[in-house]
C-alpha cells in the first residue's frame, strides 16, 4: 500500500508540475512577437542598447510568472492599407489619386518596441494611422507637380511618397512593403481633354492606313480578277480549240463508219441476192415439181385405196354375212341345250333363275314391311327368317314376283320346245356389223 501510494503521489506530482508548466510557459508563433511586462520583465534593446521596461520574445518560448506578469501578442503579418485621396496639382486641378499601401510591423526589436508602446491594444487603428500619414505626403507632393507629371511618372511620384514617410513610419515601428498608385482623375476632364489630340491623331493615322488597307485591297482584287478572267478566257480558248479537234476527229470517224456500213450493205445486198437464189427461187422450183409430183402420187393413191376400200367392203360383208349365220346356229344350238337341260332337270334350272333374280324377290317381300311401326321378332335369327317366308308365302309382293318368274321360265319352255321341234327363231343381225 505505501508503495501504490508513493506512485499515485509521483503521478500527481508531475500532472501538476505539467499543468503548472503549461501554464507559466508561452511560445512566440513565427508572425508574431511576445511582449511580456510586469515583475522582473525588463530587457535590452539589442539594437539601441536602450534599456526596455518590457520583454520581447520572438521565435521562442519563454515563462511567463502568473498573477506576477502579463504577456500580450503584437503580429507580425502583413497588412494592407487603401489610399483615397484627393489633391491639387501645381496646376490647380483638383485630382483623386487612389492607390495601396502593403506594409507591417518591422522585424528587429526596435520596430517591435516603437509598435507595442503604440499599437499594441489597438492594433486594428494602424490602417488609420498609416492612410493619414500616406495621405498627408501624397497631396504635399502632389501639390509640387503637374498632372502631366502625374500621368507620365508614376514611379517618381511613389519613390517620393515612399520616401517621405519612412522616417515617420519607423518610429511607428512600421515598414512599407509597397506602395502602388492605382488610378488618377480629375474632375474637369483635363485628362481626358490631354489625351484627346492623341487620340484624334491616332484615329486620323487608323483612318488613312485602313484607307489604304482599302485601296490596296481593292487593287488587288482588281488584279486577281482581271487575271482570274484572263485565265478563264484561255481555259475557253483552249476549251474550244479541243473541241474543235474532238468534233473533228468525231465527223473523221462517222465518216469512216458511214464508209465501212456502205460497203457492209452492198456486200449485205449480193449476200442476201444470192441466198435468195439458193433459198427461195431454187427451192420454189424444187417444190413446184414436188407439188406435179405428190399430186400424181395422191392420184395413184386415192385410186389405189378406192379399190382397197371396195375390196374390203367386199370382204367385210362376206365375213358379217357368215357371222351372222353362225351366230343363228350357236343361238339354236343354245336354245335346244336348253330345252334339254330344262326337259332332264327342270327344278335345277327354276332354282338358278330363283337364284339369279333372288335379290328382286326379298326386296319386294320386304316391302311388305314398309308400314310397320313396331315389330316384335322372337326366337332371333329363325324368327326373322320364319317371318320373311311367311310374307313369301302368304301372297305377298315376293311371292307375285316368284309367280311371275315361273310363269316365264314356263313360256320359256315351251318356246325352247317348239324350237327343239324343228322351228328357228330368227335372230337380227348387229346393226353396226352392216
Keep these: ?20 508548466f503549461k501554464a507559466i510557459w508561452r511560445v512566440a508563433e513565427p508572425n508574431e512577437a511576445l511582449i511580456i511586462s510586469g515583475l522582473g520583465a525588463k530587457a535590452h534593446n539589442r539594437d539601441t542598447a536602450e534599456s526596455l521596461g518590457f520583454k520581447i ?80 505626403h501624397l497631396r504635399s507632393i502632389v501639390g509640387n507637380l503637374t498632372v502631366e507629371d502625374l500621368l507620365r511618372d508614376r514611379d517618381r511620384l511613389t519613390n517620393q511618397v515612399r520616401t517621405s514617410s519612412a522616417d515617420e513610419m519607423g518610429k511607428l515601428g512600421l515598414v512599407v512593403d509597397s506602395l502602388q498608385i492605382q488610378d488618377i482623375e480629375d474632375e474637369v476632364g483635363y485628362i481626358d481633354n490631354l489625351g484627346k489630340p492623341n487620340s484624334a491623331a491616332v484615329a486620323s493615322a487608323a483612318r488613312i492606313a485602313e484607307a489604304q488597307r482599302n485601296q490596296e485591297a481593292t487593287q488587288a482584287e482588281q488584279m486577281a480578277e482581271q487575271a482570274n478572267a484572263a485565265q478563264i478566257r484561255d481555259t475557253e480558248i483552249k476549251k474550244r480549240q479541243y473541241q474543235g479537234q474532238v468534233d473533228q476527229a468525231a465527223a473523221e470517224a462517222r465518216q469512216q463508219v458511214i464508209t465501212k456500213e456502205t460497203k457492209n450493205a452492198e456486200l449485205e445486198a449480193d449476200r442476201r441476192e444470192k441466198a435468195l437464189e439458193a433459198e427461195v427461187r431454187k427451192p420454189a422450183d424444187a417444190k413446184a415439181y414436188e407439188r406435179v409430183t405428190l399430186a400424181e402420187a395422191e392420184r395413184k393413191a386415192a385410186v389405189a385405196q378406192a379399190q382397197a376400200e371396195a375390196e374390203a367392203t367386199k370382204i367385210n360383208g362376206q365375213a358379217e354375212a357368215e357371222a351372222t349365220r353362225m351366230k343363228g346356229i350357236a343361238e339354236a344350238e343354245a336354245i335346244k341345250a336348253r330345252a334339254d337341260a330344262l326337259a332332264e332337270n ?60 315361273l310363269s316365264t321360265m314356263n313360256g320359256q319352255r315351251s318356246a325352247d320346245a317348239s324350237a327343239s321341234n324343228g322351228k328357228l327363231v330368227p335372230v337380227e343381225s348387229d346393226p353396226d356389223t352392216k
Excluded at 500500500?1 to 499543468?19: E, F, K, Q, R
Design 346 to 405: 327342270q327344278e335345277a334350272v327354276i332354282a338358278q333363275q330363283l337364284a339369279e333374280r333372288w335379290p328382286e324377290i326379298v326386296e319386294a317381300g320386304a316391302g311388305v314391311f314398309g308400314n310397320v311401326d313396331n315389330m316384335v321378332v322372337l326366337n332371333g335369327a329363325e324368327g326373322v327368317e320364319d317371318m320373311l317366308a311367311k310374307a313369301l308365302t302368304l301372297g305377298g309382293t315376293g311371292l307375285g314376283v316368284a309367280r311371275q318368274l
Design 1 to 20: 500500500m505505501p508503495i501504490v501510494a508513493v506512485a499515485i503521489g509521483a503521478v500527481v506530482a508531475i500532472i501538476v508540475l505539467i499543468i503548472i
Design 57 to 136: 520574445t520572438t521565435g521562442k518560448g519563454t515563462m511567463v510568472l502568473p498573477g506576477f506578469q502579463t504577456c500580450r501578442r503584437l503580429s507580425l503579418d502583413t497588412r494592407v492599407s487603401g489610399l483615397e485621396v484627393t489633391c491639387v496639382t501645381s496646376q490647380g486641378i483638383k485630382v483623386h489619386v487612389r492607390g495601396v499601401v502593403i506594409y507591417k510591423v518591422g522585424d528587429d526589436f526596435s520596430s517591435i518596441a516603437n509598435a507595442a508602446r503604440r499599437f499594441l491594444d489597438q492594433q486594428k487603428m494602424m490602417d488609420d494611422k498609416t492612410h493619414q500619414l500616406f495621405a498627408g
